[in-house]
Antibody, heavy 119, light 111 residues
Framework: EVQLVQSGAEVKEPGESLKISCKTSGYSFTNYWIGWVRQMPGKGLEWMGIIYPGDSDDRYSLSFRGQVTISADKSTSTTYLQWSSLKASDSAMYYC????????????WGQGTLVTVSS | EIVMTQTPLSLPVTLGQPASISCRSSQSLLHSDGNTYLSWLQQRPGQPPRLLIYQVSYRFSGVPDRFSGSGAGTDFTLKISRVEAEDVGIYYCTQATQSDTFGQGTKLEIK
């Protein structure tokens, strides 16, 4: 069974760093792209970027390039989303999702990680 | 960036009645490989999104057959033949032909 399990909710202050995780199981981790999606409170879905764990090829949407870093650890079948300096506007729910190799659809989703940034 | 525009943004529907959501892209979603990478997602309240339809018209595993997708080029439609209570939520179209973008979402509620 394919599973994506995300790390728990985080409460941080502006300027702090953060790394959230998406641990996968039930399939070959290195053979599928994993994407990250932001959902701000009461808003829609926003594409952030994607990584191919096989070679760590990563791509970012224009809105998020330089704002976050996506990485992958093959030894633990886990992908990460990190910030070096959080802002209040980073407060949101973040989802990881596995992309199908053939249909490019986001087939399997994590449960989400809620990030709250407040002083 | 390809912009995805959904209509309507709010969709009140009577139980048992059909529902239809439109999604229009700012550019053709026909990829050079001949495929059209347009999907539909459902997000129930308090839940992560769930894949319903991929490549315009194919239902994902476990999706009831009351959901169907159609369209080509820049115009696409999601239809629910008979709305049930569990269908309440927000529906998003999304494209992966050129990078990835989402529509604004359509909120389906029971009238």
């Amino acid at each position: 069974e394919v599973q994506l399990v995300q790390s728990g909710a985080e409460v941080k202050e502006p300027g702090e760093s953060l790394k959230i995780s998406c641990k996968t199981s039930g399939y070959s981790f290195t053979n599928y792209w994993i994407g990250w999606v932001r959902q701000m409170p009461g808003k829609g879905l926003e594409w952030m970027g994607i990584i191919y764990p096989g070679d760590s090829d990563d791509r970012y949407s224009l809105s998020f390039r330089g704002q976050v870093t996506i990485s992958a650890d093959k030894s633990t079948s886990t992908t990460y989303l990190q910030w070096s300096s959080l802002k209040a506007s980073d407060s949101a729910m973040y989802y990881c999702a596995r992309r199908s190799r053939t249909t490019k659809s986001l087939e399997y989703w994590g449960q989400g990680t809620l990030v709250t940034v407040s002083s | 960036e390809i912009v995805m525009t959904q209509t309507p943004l709010s969709l009140p529907v009577t139980l048992g009645q059909p529902a239809s959501i439109s999604c229009r892209s700012s550019q053709s979603l026909l990829h050079s490989d001949g495929n059209t990478y347009l999907s539909w997602l459902q997000q129930r309240p308090g839940q992560p999104p769930r894949l319903l339809i991929y490549q315009v018209s194919y239902r994902f595993s476990g999706v009831p057959d009351r959901f169907s997708g159609s369209g080509a080029g820049t115009d696409f439609t999601l239809k629910i033949s008979r709305v049930e209570a569990e269908d309440v939520g927000i529906y998003y179209c999304t494209q992966a032909t050129q990078s990835d973008t989402f529509g604004q979402g359509t909120k389906l509620e029971i009238k």
